[in-house]
């Protein structure tokens, strides 16, 4: 099992940048599949970004792309999301997910069994 710290969270002005990080405790953090959501307020949680445990690969959604990216250091058992070019949509409370050896659909919530507490980003206009 794992246990999931995020933080990095803050109120930043449009335009500006973030990074967020989310701290893994316990084993085999190189094998779990890692994910970012967010969730705005009155709004499903929804898909950011995805880093396979495998390969490196990794997913984005549409509305991140080229502004979001997703990375980890398996060494210090830490994931990151460096967000840039932020705007006041990207407000919400960011949580990041894993499951250990995971293949399937990275974009679904309901498959990741680990969550941490969330950590909130603020985009002022």
């Known amino acids: 099992q794992v246990q999931l710290v995020e933080s990095g969270g803050g109120l930043v002005q449009a335009g500006g940048s973030l990074r967020l990080s989310c701290a893994a405790s316990?084993?085999?953090?190189?094998?779990?599949?890692m994910a970012w959501f967010r969730q705005a307020p009155g709004k499903e949680r929804e898909f950011v970004a995805a880093?396979?445990?495998?390969?490196?690969?990794?997913y984005y959604a549409d509305s991140v792309k080229g502004r979001f990216t997703i990375s980890r250091d398996n060494a210090k058992n830490t994931l990151y999301l460096q967000m840039n070019s932020l705007q006041p949509e990207d407000t919400a409370v960011y949580y990041c997910?894993?499951?250990?050896?995971?293949?399937?659909?990275?974009?679904?919530?309901?498959?990741?069994?680990?969550w941490g507490q969330g950590t909130q980003v603020t985009v002022s206009s």
């Open positions: 997910a894993g499951e250990p050896t995971y293949y399937g659909s990275t974009d679904n919530r309901g498959a990741y069994n680990y």
């Open positions: 316990g084993r085999a953090f190189s094998s779990y599949t």
């Open positions: 880093l396979r445990w495998f390969g490196g690969v990794t």
